[in-house]
């Protein structure tokens, strides 16, 4: 019969484990700074020698740094190595731009889906308040500062649905993703806030996503989804044509005040 000796796990492996589940499950988030050593290890009933060696194990996994004057960060180490090339193969390729909101309604149904079968209380609570403040701003004026937070709201309320799936993928995935479609965001709503019929069916999209998770309806979740996604479809490629249109005149004038 074979024996052998059991291996104990160190306890600042146990600290780093708690602490990495945290950040896979979005209780941290790329940014957030962990509380104070003395009052984080109270929390976990631990040592803050123990504390210290399990946050250094996580910086050398490049989950965690330190910055300058003090205090330990969560880094976006998750979500950097999807993004950063996104970001520039979208400049270079527009034409994907289908294919990535494509992706985006299937990742975003699913969500939408699963939060409507699994949300908690608090989930709801908090996909309750990010759908209102996105409403009240959305109901606010255009300028540039306004904009820029009708946005984070739009982006928000997304990613709460998201996390509310309870899918540490689904979760991750959708942040990485809301990051790399950030200008495009920007870009429709400046678009659709020029027509009020637009951005009235905007603000009833979210409204029916919101709702149809709210009363565990995933059937009418994917529903809501899916007709929100086909709106933006059609929104690109109205935006495209109306950006055609204005390098058209653009040129001609430039043409015209050459020639004189």
Known sequence: MATGKLVVQRLSDTIAHELERRILDGVLKPGDRLQPERELAAELGVSRPSLREAIQKLVSKGLLHSRQG?????????????????????????????????????????????????????????????????????????????????????????????????????GHLTASLLKVINDHIDRNLRHLRRSEDDWAHLREQHRAVWEAIRDADPVAAARAVQGHIEFVHESMKARARQEERENRARARQSGAEAEG
Not at 156 to 161: L, P, R, S, V
């Open 70 to 170: 003090g205090g330990t960060y969560v880094t976006d180490q998750l979500e950097a190595g999807f993004t950063d090339p996104w970001h520039e193969m979208l400049r270079q390729h527009p034409n994907i731009q289908d294919d990535l909101l494509e992706f985006r309604g299937m990742l975003e149904k699913e969500a939408a889906i699963l939060a409507a079968q699994r949300a908690t209380a608090a989930d709801l609570q908090r996909i309750g308040e990010a759908y209102a403040r996105v409403d009240a701003l959305f109901d606010q004026g255009t300028s540039p500062a306004v904009l820029e937070q009708q946005v984070k709201a739009d982006l928000a309320f997304h990613q709460t649905i998201a996390e509310a799936a309870h899918n540490v993928m689904i």
